[in-house]
């Protein structure tokens, strides 16, 4: 039971351009949600959060959304630069699960020179 | 400050082995969970210790298990090895308040390859 869905698997955008990765939950007790970046033969480093009490979160080019009555969150990068290019992945926690983060399967942004 | 440790980065091992793997946090986090990353699965969540407690743990069988130190430092262990187990394994750190969801501060990660 995947609570946690990133239906692309990857995303190629020109530089400069906007990139947006998408992410679907089912479990309505989530109410914290992250994104991470990996790079190759790197542990995954935080991104950007979002409190299930908002509904948009801004860190200089990076944007989270939320819906919640959707179950969908988004993050857009503006503009997108190569060094982007990473896998992002979408995670997610309930107040009371500690470190418990329930993950997607991770996007593969390409952002292209 | 120094970020959190792994070792060891790779290891190979038969079927039927046991591996243990290592992970030291960042200095004054307590806490430190445990995920499987495979291809296609995203990161699985396997246990959390903090202070030397398990606090959580993930649908993983008995096979896997953890502990933590009084140093904060944590070793996972992984007994009766399948082909399966074959994956990165990433140990996180964070302050790990009650009710306070901290960003985890992740290792570089132990891949196993299980033959």
């Known amino acids: 039971d995947q609570q946690v869905k990133q239906n692309s698997p990857s995303l190629s955008v020109q530089e400069g351009r906007i990139s947006i990765l998408n992410c679907d939950y089912t479990n309505s007790m989530f109410d914290y949600f992250l994104w991470y970046k990996k790079y190759p033969a790197e542990g995954p480093t935080f991104l950007i959060s979002i409190s299930s009490i908002k509904d948009k979160n801004e860190d200089g080019r990076f944007t989270v959304f939320l819906n919640k009555s959707a179950k969908h969150l988004s993050l857009h990068i503006v503009p997108s630069q190569p060094g982007d290019s990473a896998v992002y992945f979408c995670a997610a926690s309930e107040e009371t699960s500690g470190s418990r983060l329930t993950f997607g399967e991770g996007t593969q942004l390409t952002v292209n020179p | 400050k120094a970020g959190v440790t792994q070792t060891p980065r790779y290891l190979i091992k038969t079927r039927g082995q046991q591996v243990t793997l290592s992970c030291s946090p960042i200095?004054?986090?307590?806490?430190v969970s445990w995920y499987q990353q495979t291809p296609g699965q995203g990161l699985q969540f396997l246990f959390e210790y903090f202070s030397e407690t398990q606090r959580n743990k993930g649908n993983f069988p008995g096979r896997f298990s953890g502990r933590q130190f009084s140093n904060s430092r944590s070793e996972m262990n992984v007994s009766t090895l399948e082909l399966g187990d074959s994956a990165l394994y990433l140990c996180a750190s964070s302050l790990g308040l009650a009710g306070v969801i901290g960003e985890l501060f992740f290792g570089e990660g132990s891949r196993l390859t299980v033959l």
């Open positions: 200095s004054g986090h307590r806490s």
